[in-house]
């Protein structure tokens, strides 16, 4: 009978006139194959894989000049925004893999919406102060359907893999 045990040689052992064989280098070589396999699964990532989604933001085919892009994941516990950039281009890392729900919107840009009073609270010195400033939100400010800034109504999916990828969102006009 033999098995393979850590070591260089042959060896015999007696155990009550049963005589066994030890091949103690096939052993080595066993150990190291498993430990490599395990080595290769954990850094393929057995946890949990994260994906890097980078795109641009459409409306009626011109890119959106500002707002927010946000993944939900799709049991909703977990959610990532991102700035919309004056390209249109956004940036979410470290999204775990699997489909998002995906909602766009522009309403903070809104001069309207963002209006801040210029008076300081009681006791303290200055002004409140937005941000950004006004003219330059209002400038970047394109109205958008208010579906696409409610996860249940926008109608945007997307599936997330594991490491960098494109993915443009177009909204339909």
Excluded at 8 to 27: A, C, F, K
Excluded at 30 to 59: D, K
Excluded at 166 to 171: A, M, P, R
Aim: charged share 20%.
């Amino acid at each position: 009978m033999s098995s393979p045990i850590c070591g260089s040689d042959l060896v015999s052992i007696n155990n009550n006139g049963v005589r066994m064989r030890l091949l103690l280098q096939q052993g080595v070589r066993g150990w190291i194959g498993l430990s490599v396999l395990i080595l290769a699964l954990f850094t393929l990532g057995c946890g949990s894989p994260i994906g890097t989604v980078t795109g641009t933001v459409y409306y009626k085919n011109v890119p959106l000049k500002g707002g927010n892009v946000t993944f939900v994941s799709s049991d909703k516990t977990k959610s990532l925004i991102s700035p919309i950039a004056e390209d249109g281009s956004y940036r979410i890392e470290k999204v775990p893999i699997g489909v998002v729900k995906v909602m766009v919107e522009t309403k903070s840009l809104d001069k309207k919406a963002n209006l801040r009073s210029s008076q300081p609270p009681a006791g303290m010195k200055g002004g409140n102060r937005a941000a950004t400033d006004p003219k330059e939100m209002a400038r970047r400010y394109v109205p958008i359907p208010s579906n696409y800034s409610d996860v249940d109504k926008s109608g945007l999916e997307y599936t997330v893999q594991g490491g960098s990828q494109t993915h443009d969102i177009k909204l339909p006009n």
